[in-house]
Nanobody, 129 residues
Framework: QVQLVESGEGLVQVGGSLRLSCAAS????????MGWFRQAPGKEREFIAA????????SYADSVKGRFFISRDNAKNTAYLQMNSLKLEDTALYYC??????????????????????WGQGTQVTVSS
């Protein structure tokens, strides 16, 4: 059974930092491209960051570029999202997602929600002024 479990939720002030983790089980983690998405109340789920299964390539939404950083540790079956210089508009429920291997490049990143096969339950990030 595939499980993605996010952690690291919290309340942080504007300008602060937070690191989210996504622990994967039930799969060969190193075979999966990973992504982070978020959804704020009343808004659609949006892409935040993606990392290839090799870890050699990353992609970011313009809204977080230069502030958020995605990484992965295949030995720990865990993906991370380091969030710096947080803004009020970063408040949302954050989800990690996994895309199973499809004979694609080890350096492919995916930015659309339908590209992913498995999702976590989400972890809340609240930024206050």
């Amino acid at each position: 059974q595939v499980q993605l479990v996010e952690s690291g939720e919290g309340l942080v002030q504007v300008g602060g930092s937070l690191r989210l983790s996504c622990a994967a089980s039930g799969r060969t983690f190193s075979s999966d491209a990973m992504g982070w998405f978020r959804q704020a109340p009343g808004k659609e789920r949006e892409f935040i960051a993606a990392i290839s299964r090799s870890g050699g390539r990353t992609s970011y939404a313009d809204s977080v570029k230069g502030r958020f950083f995605i990484s992965r540790d295949n030995a720990k079956n865990t993906a991370y999202l380091q969030m710096n210089s947080l803004k009020l508009e970063d408040t949302a429920l954050y989800y990690c997602a996994a895309r199973k291997y499809r004979f694609d490049s080890a350096y492919s990143c995916y930015t659309e929600a339908p590209d992913y096969d498995y999702w976590g339950q989400g972890t809340q990030v609240t930024v206050s002024s």
